[in-house]
């Protein structure tokens, strides 16, 4: 199995920074695709930025020119530099890890999340 630490949550006035952190460990035998999603309350799950295992990355339109994703792939960690955070950021945040463990198919893996909350 695959287990993901998150860390790096908090709370930071409007304006300020945050970089999340997301490292993932087990039998890994292989890791494709890395992912941030949040979640609000009273909000669905949404994706916020994604990177595969080429580099390539994608972020929601809120994201975009604030947030940089980012991946270690000697270590297997993920990482999200939050920059410009505004109040609308504060949500629980969740590490998301497409993985093949050593036992079982490729499938997705979840983080416990971390909270980001935003001050005004």
């Known amino acids: 199995q695959v287990q993901l630490v998150e860390s790096g949550g908090g709370l930071v006035q409007a304006g300020g920074s945050l970089r999340l952190s997301c490292a993932a460990s087990g039998s890994i035998v292989s890791i494709g695709t890395m992912a941030w999603y949040r979640q609000a309350p009273g909000k669905q799950r949404e994706l916020v930025a994604q990177?595969?295992?080429?580099?390539?990355?994608n972020y929601a339109d809120s994201a975009k020119g604030r947030f940089t994703i980012s991946r270690e792939y000697a270590k297997n960690t993920v990482e999200l530099q939050m920059n410009s955070l505004q109040p609308e950021d504060t949500a629980v945040y969740y590490c998301n890890v497409n993985a093949k463990a050593l036992f079982g198919a490729r499938r997705d893996y979840w983080g416990p999340g971390t909270q980001v909350t935003v001050s005004s």
């Open positions: 990177i595969s295992s080429l580099g390539s990355t």
